[in-house]
């Protein structure tokens, strides 16, 4: 009778203890079945005085999987709103989500009322969205999330290219979004300061080229710098265009940019004519 009671205490407790450690592998299991989405969002110029962007929801599709299902939504509060302008020289907006590891390979991105405020117009105006993103708009990116890791991507908006203007009194504004695409950490910068010959800072255009992408800022009026992100690596070519058109452009080749490493041009002293 002792043994049995003996036999029956060692199987309580090698049970509990099998049971703790399923317990303890499966938590373990779930809990490092995530990885983080970063998205980063920067801008390119445009002559508007505001594009007031809202993004009301983004979802991530697996690989695989029927276009209709499959998508995984980013944890996100609630709405997203920003001046799309604003994004620049180191300004950025980031939309950032613990998601279910594995491979995905389209980004949807649901705008809801966006605005936008053009020169000599005191009030916004209702920025419409094109037709063909009125139910998401859907790009085709592949990447992979990996357990406890964070995968960084870049949206780098062009703004000038993202919005027309349509209607018979050319008075409706439409958005139609144009984004270069970027794995953040495989990229590096240029950066910079604009003055002219007198040590003044010059406002200007600064442009350079990565495949048949065209990436476009502006220097800061106070202090004269610029930073050019998210770039590939590779070789650029950067050019200068001042507002003053007293000043000469300039046009600086060789520039070589490394992942996670910003290339510094130092001050790009412009000609008078």
Not at 217 to 225: L, Q
Not at 237 to 242: A, G, L, N, R
């Amino acid at each position: 009778m002792l043994k049995q009671l003996q036999y029956k205490y060692l199987y309580v407790v090698l049970l509990s203890i099998f049971l703790s450690f399923l317990f303890i592998s499966c938590s373990s299991d779930g809990a490092n079945n995530q990885g983080e989405l970063f998205i980063k969002v920067v801008d390119a110029p445009a002559n508007y005085q505001q594009i007031n962007i809202v993004v009301d929801r983004v979802s991530i599709h697996q690989t695989g999987a029927p276009t209709d299902i499959g998508w995984t939504y980013l944890n996100i509060a609630s709405s997203i709103s920003f001046d799309l302008l604003k994004q620049l020289n180191g300004h950025y907006i980031q939309i950032a989500s613990k998601v279910p590891a594995g491979t995905y390979d389209q980004i949807k991105i649901d705008y809801g009322a966006c605005t936008i405020k053009t020169e000599g117009i005191v009030q916004q105006q209702n920025l419409n969205l094109d037709p063909s993103i009125r139910n998401g708009n859907t790009i085709f990116c592949g990447f992979q999330i990996v357990d406890g890791q964070q995968f960084q991507l870049t949206f780098d908006y062009d703004a000038y290219s993202s919005v027309y203007v349509s209607g018979v009194t050319f008075n409706n504004y439409y958005f139609k979004p144009k984004i270069r695409i970027q794995n953040t950490l495989q990229s590096g910068s240029i950066t910079g300061t604009v003055r002219d010959s007198n040590n003044v800072v010059a406002s200007a255009k600064i442009t350079t080229f990565a495949g048949l992408d065209t990436i476009t800022t502006y220097n800061d009026t106070t202090y004269g710098s610029f930073r050019l992100p998210d770039l590939p690596e590779g070789t650029y070519t950067v050019i200068v265009i001042p507002y003053n058109h007293l000043l000469m452009n300039d046009t600086l080749p060789g520039n070589v940019v490394i992942r996670q490493t910003a290339t510094d041009l130092g001050i790009v002293r412009l000609k008078f004519k």
